[in-house]
């Protein structure tokens, strides 16, 4: 198992973004992105993701085998947390939520409504979903946003034990999550802005 990005090249509004991207995490792996805001990695991993198609270059990876949690927690407000968690553990076919619940410590509240938690335990409702995806590879961005202090080194946990069972993770952050990890400024992929009109004329006067 393994995720492979080979030359890749990602648009925002179809325009380039980030050109030439090549990187390989192997199972137990992990790699963070580093970069300024707005300069791209969260249209890079919504294209590894498969949400979106890519400019050009190939994504090797099995398939269904990506998880992707982004800035939305994706959980049904009317739904308790053990409700919301069952939902998704059935959409991806698998059964056990109590480690999503022990992981993230939503034992406690596992009967209340997702729309009565507070910012913080929505998002770690929203990460706990990774948990019974059943899928090895973990593409995240931005997952500590509304976290605490106890709640990050919770996720930073989660990834540990993913990793440690053969998982890969993909994680954009600025945070500093104390695991062994690569990490790849995505900045030198910054993708040339196009000519304006009089420029590219420029050179024929």
Partial sequence: MQLGVHTLSVARGGIAVLEGLSFTI????CLILRGPNGIGKTTLLRTISGLQPALDGTIEAVEDSIAYAAHSDGIKQVLTVRENLAFWAEVFGTRDIAPALNAF???????RPAGALSAGQKRRLGLARLLVTGRPIWVLDEPT???DVDAVAMFAGAIHAHLASGGIALIATHIDLGLEAEILD???FKALAPLAL???MEGFL
């Fill in 26 to 29: 192997k199972a137990g792996g």
């Fill in 105 to 111: 410590a939503l034992e406690p509240l596992a009967d």
């Fill in 145 to 147: 946003v509304s976290l």
């Fill in 186 to 188: 995505v900045t030198p």
């Fill in 198 to 200: 009089d420029d590219a």
